[in-house]
């Protein structure tokens, strides 16, 4: 059976929600948390939502959490990844599984219906949808999307993954170059809006960075 596979990294506020909407979809039986270093109770409250929660003793990122989690779900030959902050409607990831359950997909991407306003101006989707589209010649629609489901066999040709916001970048690159069916679908999802501060200018600019990394390393 496949199992779900959250990082999660401060996500208290969230973490309750999306773990019991994740435990409802079809076919699910195990919920894994890796709580990537919190310093708040996601940890805690991921547990007492019925997670099974793997913690790292400091903040290694998203690539090494995703890893982890793959590690703990070692018997799955499908993997669900899904962000901590999706909250309720992490219940509506279920068209993600079913092209790879029926052997029509060896990963699928989320493409959110309804789109949040972000605090940013799109450039660190612009890099990774263009660099995507000269390493493989396709443009996504959502290229950071973090909700995607994909084969054992996919995850380990992947391995390892682009260092930390790149994770999702590299795979893109690294299956389509290796002959893996990738594809896009149209889910009722939807994270929390990242916003103007300066921590999220900050959070934007690492994930540039990230990004542009993994691009360049797959030149």
Known sequence: MPSVIIPAYNEQSRIGDTV???????????????DDGSSDGTASIAKASGADVRRHDRNRGKAAAMETGADAAERETVLLFLD??????????????????????????????????LGGHGIVVR??????????????TQPLNGQRCLTRAAFEAARPLARGF??????????????FRVTEVEVDMAHRATGTDLRSQLHRARQLADVTWALLVRR
Not at 20 to 34: E, H, K, S, Y
Not at 96 to 112: C, E, N, Q, R, Y
Not at 128 to 140: L, N, V, Y
């Open 166 to 179: 790149g994770a999702e970048t590299g795979l893109t690159v690294d299956l389509m170059r290796k002959g």
């Open 127 to 140: 890099t990774a949808r263009a660099g995507i589209e000269r390493a493989t010649g396709w443009s996504p």
């Open 84 to 117: 901590a902050d999706l909250g309720e409607t992490a219940a509506n990831a279920a068209p993600l599984l079913t092209p790879v359950l029926d052997g029509k997909a060896d990963m699928t991407i989320a493409v959110f219906r309804t789109t949040v306003k």
């Open 20 to 34: 019991r909407a994740a435990a409802t979809l079809p076919g699910i039986d195990r919920v894994i948390v890796v």
